[in-house]
């Protein structure tokens, strides 16, 4: 499969086309699939990005989540009391 490579965006663009594209009938696993196979990003770009994008609530209310999910402590504080120094 070919490799993309990405390039500078210069903003948003719009077009005014009454058919959905391809894209937009992926989920987000397999877009963020398509990413993956298709991109030769380094490791943490594509999270990066999706951290950007997100309002500080969003991603607090992710952090939240994804941290008692995984059994994770949230700070170096509650990492300190759970391990010790």
């Known amino acids: 499969m070919p490799t993309q ?3 500078e965006s210069k903003g948003p663009y719009m ?5 959905p594209e391809p894209h937009t009938r992926m989920n987000r696993f397999e877009k963020l699939e398509f990413l993956q196979e298709t991109t030769a990003f380094k ?6 990005e999706l951290i950007g994008w997100l309002t500080d609530d969003d991603f607090n209310q992710f952090y939240e989540d994804f941290c008692s999910n995984w059994d994770l402590c949230r700070s170096h504080e509650e990492l300190n009391d759970r391990y010790g120094d």
């Open 15 to 19: 077009t005014d086309t009454l058919t």
């Open 5 to 7: 490579q990405p390039f």
């Open 43 to 48: 490791k943490d770009t594509i999270l990066n």
